[in-house]
């Protein structure tokens, strides 16, 4: 039975040959033009994906698929701001028609728009952040589900936080709307398991980003962000988007539901 069992994965590590695992499939990633969207769409990209880069700004994407064209990726780009609905349809018809389907969607889009403690979060600053981080995650899994239904299979990945596990104190809103993804991962894959869709989650540390600035720019706060990383450094984009290609890829193929933390050891329990 051992051996057997031997042969079998032995076969399989044939198969899933680094930097093709991910051939043949279309990934759609928002946020993407920086930061740990970038990685991911580079990613994907590197592992064989065709890929869709989004964010606001026109000039944003258009730099994005520069550089990741020359880098000899196959990629294309609309502007997607991920609450504005005209441009999440634009950005699936961008992908139906330039490569003809959609097998993979990452929603990576968040905003933190207050510093300040939970409670003392404004109205207007928790519609935000709930609108943008929460309602768009589920209203683009919602949008794109028709597209990979007629792929019979594929994946879904929700970008959240270490955050939605132990709120950091200063970001009380956004630490509760990472929270939420959790679940929303946890519901949707329920949902969608039978039909071969998998939906999981990946909560970053502290990955050193414009978002971050705030907790690695200065000295001070330097200090006191890395005295939380038992690892003693902050994470890089690409230690996030090697966990997303193994997320989506048939590597992972038994795995649905999940919540996978990359934070150089910050602690993840609720
Ligand atoms: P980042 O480096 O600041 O990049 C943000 C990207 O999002 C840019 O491409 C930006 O481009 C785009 N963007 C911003 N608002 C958008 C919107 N409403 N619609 C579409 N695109 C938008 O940020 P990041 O650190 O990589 O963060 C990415 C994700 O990781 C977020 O969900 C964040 O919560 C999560 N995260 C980050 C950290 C961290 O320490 N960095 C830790 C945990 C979780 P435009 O300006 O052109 O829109």
Not at 171 to 184: E, P
Not at 225 to 235: D, E, Y
């Amino acid at each position: 039975m051992l051996k057997v069992f031997g042969m079998m994965s032995g076969a399989r590590n044939l198969c899933s040959k680094a930097g093709s695992r991910l051939q043949g499939k279309v990934a759609v990633v928002t946020a993407s033009t920086d930061g740990i969207g970038y990685a991911i769409a580079e990613r994907l990209g590197q592992e064989g994906a065709k890929v869709v880069v989004s964010s606001r700004k026109d000039a944003n994407v258009a730099k994005a698929v520069d550089q990741l064209t020359k880098a000899g990726l196959d990629v294309t780009g609309i502007k997607c701001h991920v609450a504005n609905s005209t441009d999440r349809k634009a950005l699936f018809e961008k992908a139906i028609e330039k490569y003809g389907g959609i097998d993979i969607l990452v929603s990576n889009a968040a905003v933190n728009p207050e510093v300040g403690n939970v409670l003392d979060t404004s109205e207007t600053a928790w519609d935000k952040i709930f609108e943008v981080n929460v309602k768009c995650s589920y209203l683009l899994a919602k949008e794109v589900l028709p597209f990979i239904r007629q792929r019979k299979g594929g994946s879904i990945i929700f970008v959240s936080s270490i955050a939605g596990f132990q709120p950091f104190s200063l970001l009380g809103a956004y630490s509760v709307s990472k929270t939420a993804l959790f679940g929303l991962t946890k519901a949707a894959s329920q949902d969608l398991a039978s039909e071969n869709i998998r939906v999981n989650c990946i909560a970053p540390g502290i990955v050193k980003t414009k978002f971050a600035a705030a907790l690695h720019e200065s000295d001070a706060a330097k200090e006191t962000a890395l005295a939380q990383i038992p690892m003693g450094r902050f994470g890089d984009p690409k230690d996030i988007s090697g966990v997303c290609a193994f997320l989506v890829s048939d590597d992972a193929s038994f795995i649905t539901g999940e919540t996978i933390v990359a934070s150089g050891g910050m602690p993840s329990r609720l």
